[in-house]
Each structure stands twice: as C-alpha cells, then as structure tokens.
C-alpha cells in the first residue's frame, strides 16, 4: 500500500511488515500501527525512522542502543511478553527514540542542531509478531568503562 507521510513523503508499505503497539504508545493511544523505515544503503543504519500509519503527521527517528554504546537488560513481565509474543530474549530488538532538547538553539533549522536519546523509555519490538511496547519509566545504571 502506499502511504503520504509528513516527514517521509510518498512511501510504499508493504502491510506483513507492519508493527503493532496494541495499546499505542504513550500520548499516542490511538496511534497503533507503524511502519519501520531506514536507509537501504547503509548495511547498519544509524537512523531509523517509526512512521505511524494512523497519523501521517508522527515520524519518530530512533537508534539501536548499540550505536550508542549502550547495553540494556531489561526485565519484562510475563504480560509483556505474552503482548509481545515473544518466542525468546533474541527475538526482542530494542531501539531508542532520538529526540532534540528543549534548549536547543531555537533559531537552528529543526533538523539539525544536537539530538540526545531517551534510555529510560526504550521500545521493545518483538521481531517475528512485529508488536511493540514502549517500556517507560526504567531505573538505569550507567557503567562507563575505560579503555
């Protein structure tokens, strides 16, 4: 199907790759149908872009913790997992929303300027049902290793 996002223009999606948040995410309740795009030219993306095919107007850009250097251990619940029908811990990707600070410098193009990503309130995609939750509110420990 063809879709007229805001941000990514005229997009073909093909509706078995379509991912699911039963409950939405939130603020975005009834926003529960996205669709997950990025480069095709890049063999590890940096940026990913979760299209919602409810609102052509949200478009959120999100990074896999990897490229940021980050680990995660998340402890889900057993309703989390049967949401996400999950078939195991490898068949659940994590990716962080990117967002740009409120005190950025206001007068920047909105596309530019510094972009910080939010660890306590990872999506967790299951990767064989393409279902989605937000896990919101995590306590994290940071390590920082030295080299």
């Known amino acids: 199907m063809r879709f007229?996002?805001?941000?990514?223009?005229?997009?073909?999606?093909?509706?078995k790759t379509i991912i699911?948040?039963?409950?939405?995410?939130p603020a975005l309740e009834n926003c529960t149908r996205f669709k997950l795009f990025?480069?095709?030219?890049h063999?590890?993306?940096q940026v990913y872009w979760l299209q919602s095919l409810?609102?052509?107007g949200i478009t959120f850009s999100l990074t896999l913790p990897e490229r940021l250097g980050v680990r995660f251990q998340i402890e889900?619940?057993?309703?989390e997992v049967a949401q996400l029908q999950l078939q195991g811990p490898e068949d659940a990707a994590i990716l962080l929303m990117?967002?740009?600070?409120?005190?950025?410098?206001?007068?920047?193009?909105?596309?530019?300027?510094?972009?910080?990503a939010n660890l306590c309130n990872p999506l967790v995609i299951g990767l064989s049902s393409q279902r989605g939750i937000q896990k919101t509110g995590l306590q994290i420990d940071v390590l920082l290793h030295t080299p």
Do not use: K, W
Request: hydrophobic share 25%; aromatic share 4%; net charge negative.
């Open 4 to 15: 007229d996002s805001s941000q990514l223009g005229n997009v073909e999606v093909d509706e």
């Open 20 to 25: 699911t948040f039963p409950h939405g995410i």
């Open 38 to 41: 990025h480069d095709a030219t």
């Open 43 to 45: 063999p590890m993306p």
């Open 54 to 56: 409810d609102d052509p």
């Open 76 to 79: 889900l619940s057993d309703q």
């Open 98 to 116: 990117l967002y740009r600070p409120l005190e950025a410098d206001r007068d920047s193009h909105p596309a530019l300027g510094p972009l910080q």
